[in-house]
C-alpha cells in the first residue's frame, strides 16, 4: 500500500463549510496526488505535488487547494464545500521504478457527503 | 492532453471463462500503460503494466497487449474466478508523472 493513510475515511459536511482532507506517506515519495472518483468519470486529478511547497493544478481543481509545508503530508482542502464535491477523494503517490518510468500507487480513499 | 477511453463499462463472464477489457489513447508520446483493479470500498490497486517497448505482458492468469500503431492496450484474464469481481481502470503517461485513467469497466464472475 506504499504507506499512505487517508483521514478521515468518511466525512459529512454542509455546503458552505471548509473540509481538509490529510494524506499522509510514511516513504518519504517526493510526488503526491490528489484524484476524485465519480461515477462515469473515472480519476479526475485535482492537484499534485512535486516535492514540499510545490503544487500544481490538475484538470478539476477548481474549488480546491492543496498545501504541503512537510514531504509526508498532503493536505486537500475545499474552502467552501458544494453538493458538486460529493465524491470519493484518493491520495496518490508516485514512485520511480529505475527509470523514466514511475509506477503510482493509492491510498484507501476519502468518502465525502456534501449536504 | 492525454484521452483514454476504456470499454466495456460493464462485463459479466462465467466463472473459468475469459475476460477482456479494451483502452484506446489520444497521445503518441504516451509509452506507459498501467492497470488498476479497484475492489469496493478500497483504493486501486496496480496489477500489471506495460512499457512502450514491449507488445504483451503476461502475470500468471493476467495478460496485456498493447499495439502502439493503433493506441490501443488491453487487459486479458484468462480462467476467471468471483475473486476477480472489481472494478479495473486503465491508464496511460508519458512516462513522466502525469497519468491519465479511463472510466473503469465493473467486471462480475458469476460462479
Known amino acids: 500500500d506504499a504507506g499512505i493513510t487517508q483521514s478521515p475515511r468518511h466525512k459529512v459536511t454542509e455546503t458552505g463549510t471548509p473540509v481538509t482532507l490529510r494524506c499522509h506517506q510514511t516513504e518519504n515519495h517526493r510526488y503526491m496526488y490528489w484524484y476524485r472518483q465519480d461515477p462515469g468519470h473515472g480519476l479526475r486529478l485535482i492537484h499534485y505535488?512535486?516535492?514540499?511547497?510545490?503544487?500544481d493544478k490538475g484538470e478539476v481543481s477548481d474549488g480546491y487547494s492543496v498545501s504541503r509545508s512537510k514531504t509526508e503530508d498532503f493536505l486537500l482542502t475545499l474552502e467552501s464545500a458544494t453538493s458538486s464535491q460529493t465524491s470519493v477523494y484518493f491520495c496518490?503517490?508516485?514512485?520511480?521504478?529505475?527509470?523514466?518510468?514511475?509506477?503510482?500507487?493509492f491510498g484507501p480513499g476519502t468518502r465525502l457527503t456534501v449536504t | 492532453g492525454e484521452n483514454v477511453e476504456q470499454h466495456p463499462s460493464t462485463l459479466s463472464v462465467q466463472e473459468g471463462d475469459s475476460a477482456v477489457i479494451k483502452c484506446t489513447y489520444s497521445d503518441s508520446a504516451s509509452n506507459y500503460f498501467p492497470w488498476y483493479k479497484q475492489e469496493l470500498g478500497k483504493g486501486p490497486q496496480l496489477i500489471i503494466d506495460?512499457?512502450?517497448?514491449?507488445g504483451e505482458k503476461k502475470d500468471q492468469r493476467i495478460a496485456v497487449t498493447l499495439n502502439k500503431t493503433a493506441k490501443h492496450f488491453s487487459l486479458h484474464i484468462t480462467e476467471t474466478q468471483p475473486e476477480d469481481s472489481a472494478v479495473y481502470f486503465c491508464?496511460?503517461?508519458?512516462?513522466?508523472?502525469?497519468?491519465?485513467f479511463g472510466t473503469g469497466t465493473s467486471l462480475t464472475v458469476i460462479p
Open positions: 505535488s512535486y516535492g514540499v511547497k510545490d503544487t
Open positions: 506495460i512499457r512502450s517497448n514491449v
Open positions: 496518490a503517490i508516485s514512485e520511480p521504478t529505475g527509470s523514466y518510468y514511475y509506477e503510482q500507487y
Open positions: 491508464a496511460a503517461s508519458t512516462g513522466g508523472n502525469q497519468f491519465y
